[in-house]
């Protein structure tokens, strides 16, 4: 297996558990491989409860999943963001969300940016879907650079979940080494079991095993990349 071509990536996600559905594969090759893996998560994943405090706990709890979920996939202490803006409600801080997602792009200068399509089911992914594709067009244009630092081309790929596939992927990552790591860190998210689901297991093996058979390997993740202007030649 040929090491993967770059050797940086910064993956946005809107809740803590996201990026494990979309990427963690390819996160734990990086890592294996002794490339950088960063993550923004948008919302600390606090949800609606019956009191302010129960939401408290939420939002610790998941704070620690996440430290857990990076462990083994083995993202360094510190490669994460976790913003404090609440979850379903991250258009109401559009332009403060934008702006972060600007300045962790300039300030970790990825190879490839991977976040989520849009998807008008939850408020949240319709959301990061929507401006994830001009933050990283912006990011290598010469504006706001006192701000939000100076300006880099990466390339930009959206990931897929178990339960909404893409239908136009022309990116595929071989993850027949790393499943385990991947179904191990979706362990971590206990907190998420009654939304992951119960056959979480067998949904993402399905899909990676599906993936992989058009890549030609055993296991693969699939991701639509977006070609901004400018990019990478």
Not at 55 to 81: H, T, Y
Not at 128 to 152: C, D, F, T, W, Y
Not at 177 to 191: G, I, M, N, R, Y
Request: glycine content about 6%.
């Amino acid at each position: 297996m040929a090491p993967l071509p770059f050797k940086r990536i910064l993956c946005v996600e809107p809740h803590p558990d996201d990026m494990l559905v979309i990427s963690a594969g390819t996160a734990a090759r990086l890592c294996r491989e002794g490339g950088e893996v960063f993550v923004l998560t948008l919302t600390t994943g606090g949800a609606a409860a019956a009191s302010r405090e129960e939401d408290e706990k939420m939002r610790l709890i998941r704070q620690q999943e996440s430290e857990a979920a990076d462990a083994v996939l083995g993202i360094r202490k510190g490669n994460r963001r976790m913003l404090p803006f609440p979850t379903r409600a991250l258009s109401a801080h559009a332009q403060a969300a934008y702006e972060e997602i600007l300045r962790s792009i300039r300030a970790v200068r990825p190879d490839v940016v991977i976040s989520n399509p849009s998807d008008r089911r939850h408020l949240d992914h319709n959301f990061l879907g929507s401006i994830i594709e001009p933050a990283v067009q912006q990011a290598a244009e010469p504006i706001r650079v006192k701000e939000l630092g100076e300006p880099v081309v990466t390339r930009l790929w959206l990931g897929e979940s178990c339960h909404r596939p893409l239908s136009d992927v022309n990116v595929y990552v071989d993850i027949s080494s790393v499943l385990d790591l991947k179904l191990k860190a979706l362990h971590t998210q206990a907190s998420q079991d009654g939304i992951l689901g119960s056959d979480i297991d067998e949904s993402v093996t399905a899909v990676a095993a599906f993936r992989g058979h058009q890549a030609g390997v055993t296991y693969a993740e699939a991701f639509r990349e977006v070609f901004v202007y400018p990019r990478p030649l």
